[in-house]
C-alpha cells in the first residue's frame, strides 16, 4: 500500500502551488508554454495542485514551474543562479485542492532541500519513505533556513515547499 498524505499532525504545512498561480499555469508556464492538455490513461501522475496522485480518466498537464522565482517575488528573496524551473502535473482545470493539510507523497526516499531567505540553497537531505515531521524539525534547525522543497530523488523535481512555521 502507498501512501499519498502522512497523517501526521504536524506543525509543517504542504503548501500547493497556489490557485492564482495554477491560473496562471494553465494559460502559460513558466517557461513561456501554452500547455497540452491530455486525459491520464493510467493514474499515478503526482499532481501539484491537490498534492495527491491522479486518477485514471482525469485531464492533467505537464507545465514548467519556477518554485524559488515565484517565492523570491513574493518576498524579495534574490535566488540568482539557484532560480530553477522543471516539471510538474496539475489539472488541467481548476481543482478544489489538497483534502486536509498533511504532508504529502510521503510514500517514497525524497530529499528535502533547504534554502535561505536569499533564496540561496544551504544543502539537501535525503529522507526515508515516511519522512515527517522530525525530518523537517531537523531541516529548520538553521535559523537561516527559511523554505523547504520537497523533491523527488530520481528527477529532482519539485513536489511542494513547507515555510518556517
Given at each position: 500500500?502507498?501512501?499519498?498524505t502522512s497523517?501526521?499532525?504536524?506543525i509543517?504545512?504542504?503548501?500547493?502551488?497556489?490557485?492564482?498561480?495554477?491560473?496562471?499555469l494553465r494559460?502559460?508556464?513558466?517557461?513561456?508554454?501554452?500547455p497540452?492538455?491530455?486525459?491520464?490513461?493510467?493514474?499515478g501522475?503526482?499532481?501539484?495542485?491537490?498534492?495527491?496522485h491522479?486518477?485514471?480518466?482525469?485531464?492533467?498537464?505537464?507545465?514548467?514551474?519556477?518554485?524559488?522565482?515565484?517565492?523570491?517575488?513574493?518576498?524579495?528573496?534574490?535566488?540568482g543562479?539557484?532560480?530553477?524551473?522543471?516539471p510538474?502535473?496539475?489539472?488541467?482545470?481548476?481543482?478544489p485542492g489538497?483534502?486536509?493539510d498533511?504532508?504529502?507523497?510521503?510514500?517514497?526516499?525524497r530529499v528535502?532541500?533547504?534554502?535561505?531567505s536569499?533564496?540561496?540553497?544551504?544543502?539537501?537531505?535525503?529522507?526515508e519513505?515516511?519522512?515527517?515531521?522530525?525530518?523537517?524539525r531537523?531541516a529548520?534547525?538553521?535559523?537561516?533556513v527559511?523554505?523547504?522543497?520537497?523533491?523527488?530523488?530520481?528527477?529532482?523535481?519539485?513536489?511542494?515547499?513547507?515555510?518556517?512555521?
Open positions: 500500500m502507498t501512501t499519498e497523517t501526521d499532525t504536524s509543517f504545512t504542504a503548501r500547493p502551488i497556489p490557485p492564482e498561480v495554477l491560473a496562471e494559460t502559460a508556464d513558466d517557461a513561456g508554454r501554452v497540452s492538455p491530455l486525459t491520464d490513461d493510467e493514474g501522475a503526482p499532481l501539484r495542485c491537490c498534492l495527491r491522479s486518477r485514471v480518466g482525469e485531464r492533467i498537464a505537464l507545465v514548467s514551474y519556477a518554485p524559488l522565482r515565484r517565492w523570491a517575488a513574493e518576498t524579495g528573496a534574490r535566488p543562479p539557484y532560480d530553477e524551473q522543471g510538474v502535473f496539475i489539472h488541467a482545470d481548476a481543482c489538497p483534502e486536509g498533511g504532508l504529502a507523497f510521503t510514500n517514497a526516499h528535502l532541500r533547504r534554502y535561505s536569499d533564496g540561496h540553497i544551504l544543502g539537501g537531505e535525503l529522507v519513505e515516511g519522512f515527517g515531521e522530525s525530518d523537517l531537523k529548520f534547525d538553521d535559523p537561516a527559511a523554505l523547504v522543497h520537497v523533491r523527488a530523488v530520481e528527477y529532482g523535481c519539485f513536489y511542494y515547499e513547507i515555510r518556517r512555521p
